[in-house]
């Protein structure tokens, strides 16, 4: 069966610091996609970042980048220059189907709060 | 409007009361999904549309939960005999027929319900 994995229920970073947030996968899947979601308090997910399985080259997406390790099953979310308003929840999440796009339907981990501070 | 909108935002009921839950989403955006985020926890998927079919609702609890989208477009989510365990944050989401490589969703601000 897939499955996310979060470990970190929160984590605190320094504004301007870079920040780690973990996430590993399972799946027997050959072709599936990886993404990051940012959950505010208005509660509203927020698309941050995609990695597809076949993909060469990590993603990255203006501070947000995404270190792939598939051997690993790793998807960790990188936030370089961490400001106060990156301070939120965010949910590693897998695409589950063999085909890409086919249904979209996600899995999602169960987060990882991250606080900023000044 | 620009994003997926989601009535009511917040809405209290009493133990086997029946809710509806209302998803208006984005224009053009043919896919849609219900997900319910219980406290403490990620979305799980609940339901998902293709135009006005139910593509996979492998993710509804029980035959209390129903949802429709008559129309292609405005999709209800119905709790019939509601349980203080249907308590969570029901979150809508759309996105295109034939998604863009990455295949995001775009979320709506969730409608909350609490069960007494």
């Known amino acids: 069966a897939q499955k996310i994995t979060q470990t970190q229920p929160g984590m605190f970073v320094q504004e301007k610091e870079a920040v780690t947030l973990d996430c590993t996968y399972d799946t027997s899947d050959q072709s599936y996609g990886l993404f990051w979601y940012k959950q505010p308090s208005s509660g509203e997910m927020i698309f941050l970042i995609y990695?597809?399985?076949?993909?060469?080259q990590n993603a990255t997406e203006g501070r947000y980048s995404l270190n792939f390790q598939k051997a690993r099953k790793s998807a960790n979310l990188v936030i370089s220059a961490s400001q106060l308003g990156d301070s939120a929840m965010y949910f590693c999440?897998?695409?589950?189907?063999?085909?890409?796009?086919?249904?979209?339907?996600?899995?999602f981990g169960t987060g990882t709060l991250l606080a900023v501070q000044p | 409007g620009a994003g997926v909108s989601q009535t009511p935002s917040n809405k209290v009921t009493e133990k086997g009361k029946y809710v509806e839950l209302r998803c208006d989403p984005i224009s053009g955006h043919t896919a849609l999904y219900w997900y319910r985020q219980s406290l403490g926890q990620g979305p799980e998927f609940l339901i998902y549309f293709q135009g006005t079919g139910a593509a996979d609702d492998s993710g509804l609890p029980n035959d209390r939960f129903f949802a429709v989208r008559p129309e292609g477009s405005v999709s209800t989510l119905k709790i019939q005999r509601t349980e203080r365990g249907d308590s969570a944050v029901y979150l809508c989401a759309s996105s295109l027929t034939v998604p863009p490589r990455t295949g995001e969703l775009f979320f709506g601000e969730g409608s909350r319900l609490t069960v007494l």
């Open positions: 990695q597809g399985s076949y993909d060469e």
């Open positions: 999440a897998m695409r589950e189907g063999r085909t890409r796009g086919a249904t979209n339907k996600l899995i």
